[in-house]
């Protein structure tokens, strides 16, 4: 089983940056692609990024490219997502989650984190 924490987030103004942190502990790595999800409140959630084992591939929602940046080491068992020109709409809980297949996709993931807070001011 693989446990997922996310750490990193925050409240910071429109324009900030902020770079969250999934640690996975138990198999870690067992799972080869990595996937950041978003949900703010009375809203689905929804794909933001994810990433292949090696990092050569990823794959990012329209509204975040070329804004936000995934990324991991797998020697520290960690996926980091690099969030830059935060915007209002970005504030949500970002969640963290590990795919078993190799496949880069935005869905049927295996297992999730419990999410971190990220709010952006005006």
């Known amino acids: 089983q693989v446990q997922l924490v996310e750490s990193g987030g925050g409240l910071v103004q429109a324009g900030d940056s902020l770079r969250l942190s999934c640690a996975a502990s138990?198999?870690?790595?067992?799972?080869?692609?990595m996937g950041w999800f978003r949900q703010a409140p009375g809203k689905e959630r929804e794909f933001v990024a994810a990433?292949?084992?090696?990092?050569?591939?990823?794959n990012y929602a329209d509204s975040v490219k070329g804004r936000f940046t995934i990324s991991r080491d797998n020697a520290k068992n960690t996926v980091y997502l690099q969030m830059n020109s935060l915007k209002p709409e970005d504030t949500a809980v970002y969640i963290c989650?590990?795919?078993?297949?190799?496949?880069?996709?935005?869905?049927?993931?295996?297992?999730w984190g419990r999410g971190t807070q990220v709010t952006v001011s005006s």
């Open positions: 989650a590990a795919r078993n297949s190799v496949v880069l996709t935005r869905n049927n993931y295996d297992y």
């Open positions: 138990g198999r870690t790595f067992g799972s080869n692609v």
């Open positions: 990433i292949n084992w090696s990092g050569s591939s990823t």
